[in-house]
């Protein structure tokens, strides 16, 4: 479980989150959702440490982030997997050598154990003929999938996906999406998704958060999400038509 | 008041520049730390060295030998043109060839060309790696990112320029040799004689000596801009002019405190 305790973090004169807390359950797809502009990126790239929080706390199953010596952090680093909007994968190796890329600098395996680890983390994610492929080769959808690949070799206990959708279609959305989810169920991790598509938060929403200019304003489930009373909320559902339309037949 | 005015905003913008000039000399020292930093996997490390003495080294290797060639028929040339009295013997030519090249060119303006295309490579690979979140990637993965990108390219930059430098100075030389002969302005055997005419052997050590730091200013000055680009591709583009800019600027500066250091 990751637990956010008021966190607070500015940018010169500009404060980005305002006292942000809520806890992200372990075994669930936890979402944070919210327009652009609204702190998602920030929230999730402070939960990771990318960057340093004004005030707060951040907590990793009771650990606190912030006490931690370098070490630990390190120690902790290795058991985070993450998922990045443009996929981060490493232009200069090919698609097995990216995600043997934890493996080769944190163990201690043979060449052997850690190209069957790899393979076995590609097959997972339903990636078939391209271990000898450059990131460039692939489309953006198998590269997400190699992201995915990558943040899950290490067998990590927490996965972070920034915008995992961003630039894919609708329908590959969804195959990443329930690739995420059926990870997270399989290696009963804690997963934190940032993102701003409804179609997600209908697919594996479990746990969601909403954040509206840098404050947390709604958390529940995807059973809830229609029927909260909230402008800023609401506004942010019924922006697609489509759902526009489902809410108008429904009553 | 006008006067007034504008002597003022001169004076901020000193002021402001001065700032900005402190500001990049403390994080270029905070940078280097992270750099030296201890490296991850001793094995991976070794193999990361070997990549760049290959791309930053072997890669710069036509170019330092074409420019090296016709830079010492130039200067060949320019000398016996503008020597051209019968009291100067003809194996001055060879001799000022020689001392041109050993001094100044192959360390010196071998650097600066160095730092147009080994830096503007560096600060570009380094910049997109930041604005595609690679070197965030590193980072959550828990691996110092500057230490890991940065000091193999150092390493093998510094190791690997002295051999750039001397095989400048042998074919500048050769490239002297030739253009004097075939134009028939300096015969083979003045030339010759010229070039081991009141040699000194310190020539070498302090262009090495000199290669060695501009390597130095290079590969750091080009990663430190790259490594704190921020933006899309316009930045990077903009950090890999302004890394070609601060490392041939600094490789003139050290050039001269190295000179009066080594020579004086």
Redo the contacts between chains.
Sequence with gaps: MIEAIDIHKSFDDKEVLKGISTKFEKGKTNLIIGQSGSGKTVLLKSLVGLHDITSGDIRYDDNSFLSMDNASKKRLRQDIGMLFQGSALFDSLTVEENVRFPLDMFTNWSLEKKRERANFCINRVKLENANHKFPSEISGGMQKRVAIARAIALNPKYLFCDEPNSGLDPRTSIVIDELIHEITKEFDMTTIVNTHDMNSVMGIGENIIFIYEGRKLWEGTKDDIFHVQNKELEDFIFASKLFKKIRENNG | MEYYYFYLSKLRTIFHTTMRMFYHLGRYAIFLKKVFGKP??HS?FIKQIVREIDKLGIDSLGIVMIISAFMGAVITLQTAYNIDLPIIPKYTVGLAARDSILLEFSSTIVGLILAGKVGSNIASEIG?MRV???I??L?????NPAGYLILPKVVAFVFIIPALTVISMGVGITGGYLAGSLTGEVPGPDYIYGIQFAFQPFYIVYALIKSVVFAFIIATISAYWGYHVQGGALEVGKASTKAVVASSVQILLFNLILTQLLLA
């Design positions: 991850e996997k991976v997109t595609t979140e690679q965030d990637a980072e959550i993965m828990g691996i």
